[in-house]
């Protein structure tokens, strides 16, 4: 079956740390996207990407990073800059930008130790 | 600026009983607005969207969401829920210009089914 896999589901840093939250697609999607979640919050876009080797800052990119180097594969790294990480995070793809539907992974919860 | 609001946080419901949703939503040029459904612990699903034409429109799940410019709104409805309908209900609006497209959020309602 198609869809996204997003790995692990829970996830804890410790002060300091990097941690990487993995998302894989085999859905064809070319573009992909990260959003964090917070309760009695909307989505928050963190970074998209429209094609390989190309992305973009979202509206709260700053203490994240990604990297796109295959169509399938859209990890972000919650990096020690990032000083109030814990949040559930979503990674989502679409056939293209602006496409009308979004698929979405299952999510990963990262809490602080 | 564009927004979107669903005034709601929590809405409690009987089974079987009607439901209805509501969302507002602030945006200069005709919106394209969706609905996506969560269920604990897990992504986000399509239910239904709006583009242009009738503005009924049919989702999912027995979903059905009725656009009214008038009012800003687009509020999501079923005539008889039931008790996996329990779940987090987003409102989105998609804000298009030339070559920017971008989602805005909801902040969600919580819908509870008694039994």
């Not at chain 1, 589901?9 to 999607?29: D, I």
């Not at chain 1, 390989?52 to 994240?64: H, L, S, T």
Request: glycine share 8%; hydrophobic share 35%.
């Amino acid at each position: 079956d198609g869809g996204i896999t997003q790995s692990p589901k829970y996830l804890f840093r410790k002060e300091g740390q990097n941690v990487t939250l993995s998302c894989e697609q085999n859905l064809n999607h070319d573009a992909m996207y990260w959003y964090r979640q917070d309760p009695g919050q909307g989505l928050r876009l963190i970074y998209y990407s429209q094609i390989v080797n190309d992305f973009q800052k979202g509206d709260i990119a700053e203490g994240y990073s990604v990297s796109r180097e295959k169509k399938e594969s859209f990890p972000l790294t919650v990096t020690s800059a990032q000083k109030n990480p814990t949040a559930f995070y979503l990674c989502a793809s679409s056939i293209r930008r602006g496409s009308e539907k979004l698929f979405f992974g299952s999510g990963t919860q990262l809490s602080v130790l | 600026a564009q927004s979107v609001t669903q005034p709601d946080i929590h809405i409690t419901v009987s089974e079987g009983a009607s439901l209805e949703l509501r969302c507002n939503y602030s945006y200069g040029a005709t919106p394209y607005l969706f609905w996506y459904v969560q269920s604990p612990g897990q992504g986000l699903q399509l239910l239904l969207k709006y583009f242009s034409g009738d503005t009924l429109v049919q989702g999912i799940k027995g979903f059905e969401a009725e656009f009214k410019r008038s009012q800003s709104s687009f509020n999501l409805r079923k005539p008889s829920v039931h008790w996996s309908d329990a779940a987090e209900y987003f409102c989105a609006v998609a804000a298009v210009s030339d070559s920017n497209y971008q989602l805005i959020w909801g902040a969600g309602t919580k819908l509870i089914i008694k039994p």
